[in-house]
């Protein structure tokens, strides 16, 4: 079974600065992926960013990137510069392989509300 | 445009009743899912269909039902036998790029009483 833990509910960061948001994970398959998606007060989910677990290199996507270390399994997301507009909540989700049908199927984390202070 | 709509953006029903959800896509997309979303916490996955007139139980399949007779449309309905139905309802859908990224729609407020 696939699990994402986020421990963090609340953080708070300062308009301009690094922040970053703690995601691990616990999964027996040696084939997954890593995503990060964004949900605005509105409710829309937003993707933000993908890491597969055969990747070399830490995604990046503009300001996000993706600090993925294997070993310790973990997956957490830096956003550089922050803007006002990046307050919201942000989840980080698992599939499964893509040899088997959960590689359709995300799960997951409960999820860290950032707030940027002006 | 291409994307994701849902219908009505929030819906209100009194208890017993049976609701339908309306999720079109025009991204053709073949892969299309039905989440769960409870205050302050994550998405748990009700229903996935992968093509048409097929589709699979998610972690939370209980008391509702859904249809896919066209490549475009994923419709959900939330009977009476499901037990707390308020909930925000998110609809996704993804294709077999890179890493099947799921893209969503505005999602619906459901609200029974």
């Known amino acids: 079974a696939q699990k994402i833990t986020q421990t963090q509910p609340g953080m708070f960061v300062q308009e301009k600065e690094a922040v970053t948001l703690d995601c691990t994970y616990d999964?027996?398959?040696?084939?997954?992926?890593l995503f990060w998606y964004k949900q605005p007060s509105s409710g829309e989910m937003i993707f933000l960013i993908y890491q597969g677990s055969y990747d070399q290199q830490n995604a990046t996507e503009g300001r996000y990137s993706l600090n993925f270390q294997k070993a310790r399994k973990s997956a957490n997301l830096v956003i550089s510069a922050s803007q006002l507009g990046d307050s919201a909540m942000y989840f980080c989700a698992m599939r499964g392989p893509f040899s088997s049908g959960s590689a359709r199927q995300l799960t997951f984390g409960s999820g860290t509300q950032l707030t940027v202070l002006p | 445009d291409g994307g994701i709509t849902q219908s009505p953006k929030y819906l209100f029903r009194k208890e017993g009743q049976n609701v339908t959800l309306s999720c079109e896509q025009n991204?053709?997309?073949?892969?299309m899912y039905w989440y769960r979303q409870d205050p302050g916490q994550g998405l748990r996955l009700i229903y996935y269909?992968?093509?048409?007139?097929?589709?699979q139980k998610g972690d939370i399949a209980e008391g509702y039902s859904v249809s896919r007779e066209k490549k475009e449309s994923f419709p959900l309905t939330v009977t009476s036998a499901q037990k707390n139905p308020t909930a925000f309802y998110l609809c996704?859908?993804?294709?077999?790029?890179?890493?099947?990224?799921?893209?969503f729609g505005p999602g619906t407020r459901l609200t029974v009483t």
């Open positions: 996704a859908s993804s294709f077999p790029g890179q890493g099947y990224e799921q893209y």
């Open positions: 269909s992968q093509i048409v007139n097929d589709f």
């Open positions: 999964t027996s398959d040696p084939s997954y992926g």
């Open positions: 991204l053709n997309h073949d892969a």
